[in-house]
């Protein structure tokens, strides 16, 4: 199926969605559906408690492996959440895959405030020097080489201007976010301080759709913490405290804009789940 199917398809879902009605989606025979980590029924979890979407919305897609992707929010009773959605559709224009992270602040313990959500022209314009698929997932998995157990070593290629958003709120290049420090630092170096030492893995990552025309390669995964990492220095002298002092792991939805062989953009949602979860679309 070509980009203006799949969107096709997105739209479709997208508006049942809104109006909270899984039945009228076109479900495939063997349909799987997961919200945060957890394989449900359509229908059910936000299916129930949706009374809006955001305006927020970007979409992509894969029409190599009839992938589509989305970045927009949900509104729910007492707030308004980031969303990541991802689709996987046939070539009947039915679901046979879908996989949402709803980042709801009132659920979070460690959770990032004020988040706001905005178009990014870089998001949704095609690379100019597009890359291989290859070269788009190898860059993607650096990253997550350079975070796990973070010790100033850069295993992709940054660009001089890359950004990054978690969660709504943009942590490089921000000097007014004092929430979490070195957020007025670039991508490239907040990680050549080795900011992010207590990361102690990256697993379960997968690369379940890549966008060649745009350059937007999406990921899943874990984040662990053991949590027994209390003092270390960063690569320039700096003693600081992790913040994180518990077993602990997050699940994310990472998107990586890649242009020219440097990755330019990075929005990222992810949630507090148990320790060493699991996910229920390893080895599908």
Request: aromatic content about 10%; charged content about 25%.
């Amino acid at each position: 199926m070509d980009r203006a199917g799949l969107y096709a398809v997105l739209d479709g879902f997208l508006e049942a969605l809104r109006r909270g009605d899984a039945r009228a989606v076109r479900w495939a025979a063997k349909a799987r559906f997961s919200e945060n980590n957890v394989m449900l029924e359509p229908g059910d979890g936000v299916w129930a408690t949706i009374s809006g979407l955001g305006d927020y919305q970007l979409k992509f897609a894969d029409p190599v492996t009839g992938g589509i992707g989305y970045f927009g929010t949900v509104i729910e009773p007492h707030e308004e959440s980031a969303f990541t959605l991802r689709l996987q559709a046939n070539e009947a224009g039915e679901i046979e895959e879908c996989e949402m992270v709803i980042v709801r602040h009132l659920d979070e313990g460690m959770k990032l405030e004020g988040p706001r959500f905005w178009t990014k022209p870089i998001l949704e314009a095609n690379a100019v020097e597009p890359s291989s698929r290859t070269t788009l997932e190898h860059l993607a998995n650096g990253y997550f080489n350079t975070l796990q157990l973070n010790d100033g070593t850069i295993n992709t290629v940054f660009a001089p201007d890359c950004n990054r958003v978690e969660n709504g709120v943009q942590s490089t290049n921000n000097p007014d976010f004092p929430m979490i420090p070195h957020t007025k630092l670039g991508c490239e170096e907040q990680f050549r301080l080795g900011i992010y030492r207590y990361d102690n893995r990256l697993r379960g990552r997968r690369y379940p759709m890549i966008d060649e025309e745009r350059g937007i390669v999406l990921s899943h995964g874990f984040i662990d913490h053991c949590g027994a990492l209390s003092d270390y220095t960063l690569t320039d002298g700096t003693p600081v405290k992790s913040p994180v002092r518990r077993p602990h792991s997050f699940y994310l939805a990472e998107i990586f804009k890649i242009d020219g062989g440097m990755i330019r953009q990075i929005e990222a949602n992810f949630i507090t789940v148990p320790y060493h979860m699991k996910s229920p679309w390893d080895g599908k």
